[in-house]
Structure formats: C-alpha cells, structure tokens
C-alpha cells in the first residue's frame, strides 16, 4: 500500500514542477514586457497571481481564507506570513487583490526560468552581506512610494527541523514597518506544511486554511520598540498555531 502512496506523491510532485515552469515557456514574451519596469508591476502582478490560482487548483488545493479585517486599499501594508512550504508563495499571491512584492532569498534566483523573473520582480536580500541588507530599504520605500504593499516570511528560512511550530523572527520586517509607519498584518498558514513540505515524498490535495489577522499598528513607534512589534507579531501567529485543533490532532 505504501508503495502506491508514494509512486502518487512522486507523479503529484512532478506534476507540481511541470506546472511551475512549462506554464512559463509560453508567455515568456509578455514576462519580459511587464517585467522590464517597475511601472508595470500591476500587470505582472495580475499575471503572477493568476499563475498561482492556477497552480493551486491543478494540484488539487482549495483556499480557505478568513479575514479578521478588511484591509484599506489606500494604506500600504507589511505582510507578514509563517514559512512552512513551497506553496506559501503561491497561497499569498492567490489570497491577495492588491499588488505586493516579495522580499526574498538570493537562492531562488538560481531556480531555472523561475529565478531569472524572480530577480526581476522581487526585493532580492542576500543574508549573508550587510550591504545587501541595508539596501532592501531603499528599494522598499520605492515599491512603497508606488503604492505597494511588501510581503516578508519573518521567520527568514524554512524551518529544518519539520516539528517546529514557527521559527524565530528576523529583524527586518518590523524594522521596515516602523521606518515607514506601515501596518503588520500577521498571516496564519495553517495546513501548508502538512500538504506540500519540503520532505519529496509527503503531502496530499486538500484545504489550505489561511488566517489574515487584524493589522498591528506601528504608527507612533520608534526602532527601539522593533522587538517589542516582533514579539507580539510572532505570539499571534504562534498562538494560532499551537491552539489549532487540526494541529493538535496532528501532533498526537
């Protein structure tokens, strides 16, 4: 029985990476346009997101969404979501209307035809170089001055150790929020890691349950008080997780 378990998991998975880049070959043209200026981010974006839906409802996922807010249109926001899968990517561009850009990792950018848009449409920050992280601000304030949102896994790194609730939070974001009096918003992704882990022969179709909780302020805040915004991001998202029924089950 295991056997055809994992000969399904090998076909859905490779089902996965045929979807992820033979769906780029054939508008390649139209990702160099609306890639080639900032200006056209909304329309990549539009592309981007489509993409995702598209990518979730082929392998099999549905979203569930709850929104404990309605987010204002004319606000800029920092998105801040757990980091459990590869599909997270996919999950926020398929959950959220308005335009917003990723800060990501350097490494993706070395995932073929993926990378290359990657670098072109994303906040690349290389951890491992301070002046790399120092200039994610610079180009923050211009996505932000164009009306933008910006989306960053505060946890940095997919966690190794998969029996980890939510690893602990990076600096950056709240840094950035502060600096420019944005909102947090905390996202719960509850079901990701257990349906589409970075363990090859795991996973399954299913629901992938998503909180987006009640905005944090930072208005009036200053850098001292960063961890403090850090801290109380990190216990909502932890809290919701470790308080999740289906979680629970899970873990016994």
Same mark, same amino acid.
């Not at 995932?111 to 449409?121: A, Q, S, V």
């Not at 997919?158 to 909102?183: C, H, M, T, W």
């Not at 801290?231 to 029924?245: C, H, R, S």
């Given at each position: 029985?295991?056997?055809?378990?994992?000969?399904?998991?090998?076909?859905? /998975?490779?089902?996965?990476?045929?979807?992820?880049?033979?769906?780029?070959?054939?508008?390649?043209?139209?990702?160099?346009?609306?890639?080639?200026?900032?200006?056209? +981010?909304?329309?990549?974006?539009?592309?981007?997101?489509?993409?995702?839906?598209?990518?979730?409802? #082929?392998?099999?996922?549905?979203?569930?969404?709850?929104?404990?807010?309605?987010?204002?249109?004319?606000?800029?926001?920092?998105?801040?979501?757990?980091?459990?899968?590869?599909?997270?990517?996919?999950?926020?561009?398929?959950?959220?209307?308005?335009?917003?850009?990723?800060?990501?990792?350097?490494?993706?950018?070395?995932?073929?035809?993926?990378?290359?848009?990657?670098?072109?449409?994303?906040?690349?920050?290389?951890?491992?170089?301070?002046?790399? /992280?120092?200039?994610?601000?610079?180009?923050?304030?211009?996505?932000?001055?164009?009306?933008?949102?910006?989306?960053?896994?505060?946890?940095?790194?997919?966690?190794?150790? !998969?029996?980890?609730?939510?690893?602990?939070?990076?600096?950056?974001?709240?840094?950035?929020?502060?600096?420019?009096?944005?909102?947090?918003?905390?996202?719960?992704?509850?079901?990701?890691?257990?349906?589409?882990? +970075?363990?090859?022969?795991?996973?399954?179709?299913?629901?992938? /349950?998503?909180?987006?909780?009640?905005?944090?302020?930072?208005?009036?805040?200053?850098?001292?008080?960063?961890?403090?915004?850090?801290?109380?991001?990190?216990? #909502?998202?932890?809290? !919701?997780?470790?308080?999740?029924?289906?979680?629970?089950?899970?873990?016994?």
């Amino acid at each position: 029985m295991k056997i055809f378990r994992y000969f399904f998991i090998l076909v859905w /998975r490779i089902w996965f990476y045929c979807w992820l880049l033979l769906t780029i070959i054939p508008v390649f043209p139209v990702l160099l346009v609306v890639t080639s200026s900032e200006k056209m +981010y909304p329309a990549f974006y539009k592309i981007a997101r489509a993409w995702a839906k598209t990518l979730i409802f #082929v392998m099999g996922f549905k979203v569930d969404v709850i929104e404990e807010q309605v987010l204002k249109k004319e606000k800029s926001f920092m998105f801040c979501p757990n980091h459990t899968s590869m599909i997270d990517v996919f999950v926020m561009l398929a959950i959220t209307k308005n335009p917003f850009v990723f800060v990501g990792k350097i490494e993706l950018t070395k995932i073929p035809i993926f990378g290359f848009f990657y670098k072109r449409t994303c906040i690349i920050v290389d951890r491992s170089d301070s002046k790399s /992280r120092n200039s994610v601000f610079d180009k923050a304030r211009i996505r932000l001055d164009d009306g933008l949102d910006i989306c960053i896994f505060p946890e940095g790194l997919v966690p190794a150790d !998969e029996s980890v609730v939510l690893s602990d939070f990076k600096n950056g974001a709240f840094r950035l929020a502060i600096e420019y009096q944005i909102p947090i918003v905390p996202i719960t992704m509850y079901d990701c890691k257990k349906l589409f882990s +970075y363990t090859f022969f795991s996973g399954s179709p299913g629901k992938l /349950r998503v909180k987006v909780h009640s905005v944090i302020e930072t208005k009036g805040l200053t850098i001292k008080e960063g961890n403090l915004l850090k801290k109380q991001t990190f216990e #909502v998202i932890y809290n !919701e997780l470790v308080n999740d029924e289906k979680q629970r089950k899970i873990s016994t």
